[in-house]
């Protein structure tokens, strides 16, 4: 069973905020990314959003961008991503996932390697 890397999900109400945290391995390196992936029940898994591990740049999928923020602290290990002004379409399974890449291979989820069970972010009235 997977360990359970990620945490900071639950029932929020639609415009609410919630801050995920993903525990990433210590692993550093050129062209290393984090990122959050995120599949709703009966969907494929959808590229939510990255972060250069070096250097702090930064990918979102178009639907959460000026709403979903993504960050990292390299001293703990910690990437997080806080998301502002839920909408019921963002209710999914979050996970956190790792890949060496480019900027546009990142948004592929198929290229991460997932190391723990997800936590569920469920937006509803």
């Known amino acids: 069973q997977a360990p359970q890397v990620e945490s900071g999900g639950g029932l929020v109400q639609p415009g609410g905020s919630l801050r995920l945290s993903c525990a990433a391995p210590?692993?550093?390196?050129?062209?290393?990314?984090v990122g959050w992936i995120r599949q709703a029940p009966g969907k494929e898994r959808e590229f939510v959003a990255a972060?250069?591990?070096?250097?702090?740049?930064?990918y979102y999928r178009d639907s959460v961008k000026g709403r979903f923020t993504i960050s990292r602290d390299t001293d703990n290990y910690t990437v997080y991503l806080q998301m502002n002004n839920l909408k019921p379409e963002d209710t999914a399974g979050y996970y956190c996932?790792?890949?060496?890449?480019?900027?546009?291979?990142?948004?592929?989820?198929?290229?991460?390697?997932?190391w723990g069970q997800g936590t569920q972010v469920t937006v509803s009235s």
């Open positions: 972060i250069s591990w070096s250097g702090g740049e930064t």
């Open positions: 210590r692993r550093t390196g050129r062209n290393y990314y």
């Open positions: 996932g790792s890949t060496v890449g480019t900027s546009v291979t990142i948004r592929n989820w198929k290229t991460y390697t997932y």
